[in-house]
């Protein structure tokens, strides 16, 4: 009897996934930061300007972060009830926001004043929106209706009452102001002209409405829902031009992003897909731990944010180190040693051993040691040479929200090397954010006890005053110049022209500032947490 001879198990090779340019563009996203909200995350929405700042509404409130530290930047948190929908101008100055309250409210960011309320509504107002003018806002309520607001009179110009059923999602037109676009939990989408008071255009998705989206010529429309995702010509009396099928639950937020040219869409099923809108054909996949509401990403494709249900908030941002190359990841160091001793005919070549290349810093930072990771770096040598070091352990501590930790319970001599750090770089355009954020905390952590320190301690302290004010004052100064060399510009731009006058004059015109009606004025709202 012969042999028993084992069965020949063949082995297949993977098949190799090819690497292409975006694949490679968006794997440069750092590893996300995860931010706990205190509810799930209803909407996200990027300010136009640098800093690119992002609005994460949840709960009662609308926070404005800062995509650089991940922190807090303004908290608006004017609400009774949930908030939804919280969205900026083009300017990046004011946001609204609607809510289950059945209102809409306007803020000023920077002061975080309420400017306008606007009432009318029966039901939640999930979404809001200004218009490409800046004078109007568009809501989309539950009490199935579509309204335009005029934002000077708070009064409502035009409603929209033929959807049937829940009205969830909502864009504006960006080539025209007179264009909103509206989708129903009817499964319908419906197109809007101010100008004529009724439905331009109806079209059915076939499943509820969760995000409707303008394509930036205005003619193409996008609008997702079920686990679909359908692309209307407007132009051509809504013909449906693709239909996308990349996920397997319920599509809930869609997102332009690189200038127009991809679309960003979430889904319950935990993934962000990337699309390039020329073929719509997935060209990257974002995963996340959990179900995604709501996705967004800034102007410059820097930061991409996603909001889940279970609150937290991911935060990613692009890394911008520059990838040494293949000769010079080799490059080797070498010194010659001479031993006339051992080795009086030939030299010696040496290797260099590899220096540890974590630092001291790192190393406190790992063993949450955060008063000992400061003080290593608030050291003279990295102070003067490396500032840099210093802000970025300031800036981690900040993320860590390690910072008072380590700053509290300071002696005289270590106050005196923070004090003299902020006060060097307080000028410094590249560091004053931080610094300025670490000098408030400094000082309410010792504002009631300066007086039990040493005199140097106080008038260091005195010194940091005087360069905020300096700063603030040559801040003051710039902003004049900016607005003398904008009316010298103006006048500059005054042509014989009667045709070339009138449109100079439309490109100046500045966009008007706002004063708090008298009904926001009224409101006043505390909330206790």
Known sequence: MSAFKKTNVKVYSKNEQKLTPDNIYWKQL????????????????????????????????????NPITKTVWKNLSRFREAAYGGSFRSD????????????????????KTPLRIFKGHSAAVHRC?????NTHISSFSDDKTVRIWDIPSEKELSIFSDHQDYVRAGAVCPSSPDVVLSGSYDRSVRLYDTRTNAPVLNVDHGSPVESVLFLPSGGIFLSAGGTEIKVWDAIAGGRLLAKISQHHKTVTCLALASGSKRLLSSSLDRHVKIYDVSTYQVVHTLDYPNAILSVAASADDETVVAGMVDGLVSVSRRETKE???KRERHKVSYRYVSDQREFPAADVVVREAKANTMSKSDTFLCKFQYSKALDSVLLPYVVNKNPHVTVSVLEELMRRKGLRTALAGRDAKALLAILRFLVKYIGDYRYTRTVTDVSNVLLDIYGDSWDKFRPDVCQMLQRLAARANSEVALTQDLTSLEGMMEILLAGSSVVSSSSERSEGAKSTQSTPTWQASETAQKTFIVNVF
């Open 30 to 65: 750092g590893v996300p930061v995860l931010l706990k909200e205190f509810g799930p995350v209803d909407y996200i929405n990027f300010s136009p300007i640098e800093p690119y700042h992002f609005a994460v509404t949840c709960s009662v409130r609308v926070q404005v972060y």
């Open 92 to 111: 990046g100055r004011l946001l609204c926001a609607g809510g289950e309250e059945s209102i809409i409210r306007m803020f000023d960011v920077s002061s």
């Open 129 to 133: 929106f200004f218009t490409p003018d």
């Open 323 to 325: 990838i040494p190359s």
